[in-house]
């Protein structure tokens, strides 16, 4: 059975720094790219940042590039997501998702989810 367990958010201050985490099981997790979404209060859920599988590449939405670091650990089949200089526009539930790379580095199948974890900043 696949599972995606996030953990690691929480409140912090303006400016703080949080390390959101992404257990996962279930499925070879070295070959899934994965990314970051999230979803505020009234909003959309959005694209946050993602890393593939094949080359190892990092991509970020321009409102998070230069703050937060995306990393995987193949070993321990956990995603991680550092945050810093967090604003408070950066409040929201953080999801991570997966998803079956090829070696050609297309995406198919089904997309995996996990529950999320509440990221909230305070000003």
């Known amino acids: 059975q696949v599972q995606l367990v996030e953990s690691g958010g929480g409140l912090v201050q303006l400016g703080g720094s949080l390390r959101l985490s992404c257990a996962a099981s279930?499925?070879?997790?070295?070959?899934?790219?994965l990314r970051w979404y999230r979803q505020a209060p009234g909003k959309e859920r959005e694209w946050v940042a993602e890393i593939t599988s094949v080359s190892i590449t990092a991509n970020y939405a321009d409102s998070v590039k230069g703050r937060f670091t995306i990393s995987r650990d193949n070993v321990k089949n956990t995603l991680y997501l550092q945050m810093n200089s967090l604003k408070p526009e950066d409040t929201a539930m953080y999801y991570c998702?997966?998803?079956?790379?090829?070696?050609?580095?297309?995406?198919?199948?089904?997309?995996?989810w996990g529950k999320g974890t509440l990221v909230t900043v305070s000003s």
């Open positions: 998702n997966a998803k079956r790379e090829d070696s050609r580095g297309f995406l198919y199948g089904m997309d995996y």
């Open positions: 279930g499925f070879t997790f070295s070959i899934y790219a």
